[in-house]
């Protein structure tokens, strides 16, 4: 499991300061642990873009953004990913 969680774990310099982290293929609660786990790496006002293929990453981000202290900055969807943009609080 280790071995796949380093492979999600994607950092992109390029996407203007954003850190992405890319939890498709993964269900729940991976995509919200890694999330937890990636944010406390991050200052705060750092943005952390989140994407996903489980269907309920989108309602647990975003109770975890609430309870966490996080700010949720949008959240779309396609065909088969939810992109959730994130500002570690």
């Known amino acids: 499991m ?3 969680v380093r492979e999600k774990m ?3 310099e390029k996407t203007g ?3 992405i982290l890319d939890t498709s293929g993964l269900h729940c609660p991976m995509p919200v642990l890694l999330t ?3 944010l406390r ?3 705060p006002g750092t943005r952390l873009v989140v994407m996903a293929t ?3 990453a989108e ?5 975890f953004c609430r309870e966490e202290g996080h700010v949720l900055i949008s959240v779309s ?3 088969d990913r939810i992109t959730v943009r994130i500002e570690r609080g």
């Open 10 to 12: 994607m950092v992109d």
């Open 2 to 4: 280790e071995a796949l």
């Open 17 to 19: 300061g954003e850190k």
């Open 59 to 63: 309602l647990d981000l975003a109770n």
């Open 77 to 79: 969807k396609d065909a």
């Open 41 to 43: 790496t991050l200052t």
């Open 36 to 38: 937890r786990r990636r």
């Open 54 to 56: 489980d269907p309920l």
